[in-house]
């Protein structure tokens, strides 16, 4: 079962560049591409099977695009 993983990424992401990580993403490691997209640039929510894609490998795939990120603990 997919859990929501909320991303804070230091850059301000566009809505365009928020869709390309995400791809890689899915790509990478089989997110979902459905996004609760935020009004606020840094702030990415994605799905992500605990299982497959755990959090901290979702973080390490968005540092390895460049990206400062750090996963928000709601």
């Known amino acids: 079962m997919a859990t929501d993983v909320m991303l804070h ?3 301000a992401l566009d809505s365009e560049t928020k869709q390309q990580l995400v791809a890689r993403l899915a ?3 089989g997110v979902s591409g459905e996004t609760h997209h935020s009004a606020k640039p840094h702030l ?22 460049g990206y400062q990120v750090q996963i928000v603990d709601l």
């Open 44 to 65: 990415l929510f994605l799905p992500s099977d605990p299982v497959h894609a755990p959090p901290h490998r979702v973080l390490a795939a968005v540092r390895e695009q």
């Open 27 to 29: 790509e990478q490691l």
């Open 9 to 11: 990424i230091k850059e």
